[in-house]
């Protein structure tokens, strides 16, 4: 049963824009805590933002300035929307959602940033 849903991925040059979505339930997008995390390959999953209670958010210094995580509480969707982007940004991300010690992952979309 898939809880999480990741859309907006894809291919994009060096300096471009992309914008990421993660649809869920009501019920998940009320009471958990959401973020992104993304893991390229060879690389460890790294957090990338994440709300962390009410409207406090918090970023990867990698991504300050140049991403920002928001949310549509009228479509139970997290969105990430990321600027200026650089072949460093690629890899895999993935909505995550957090309750305690319950965690919640979608299947990831995969985001490429090259010439």
């Known amino acids: 049963q898939v809880q999480l849903v990741e859309s907006g991925g894809g291919l994009v040059q060096p300096g471009g824009s992309l914008r990421l979505s993660c649809a869920t339930s009501?019920?998940?997008?009320?009471?958990?805590?959401m973020g992104w995390y993304r893991q390229a390959p060879g690389k460890e999953r790294e957090l990338v933002a994440a709300?962390?209670?009410?409207?406090?958010?918090k970023y990867a210094d990698s991504v300050k300035g140049r991403f920002t995580i928001s949310r549509d509480n009228a479509k139970n969707t997290l969105y990430l929307q990321m600027n200026s982007l650089k072949p460093e940004d690629s890899a895999v991300y993935c909505c995550?959602?957090?309750?305690?010690?319950?965690?919640?992952w979608g299947q990831g979309t995969q985001v490429t940033v090259s010439t």
């Open positions: 709300f962390t209670g009410g409207d406090n958010t």
């Open positions: 009501r019920s998940i997008f009320r009471t958990y805590l």
């Open positions: 995550n959602a957090r309750l305690f010690g319950n965690q919640l």
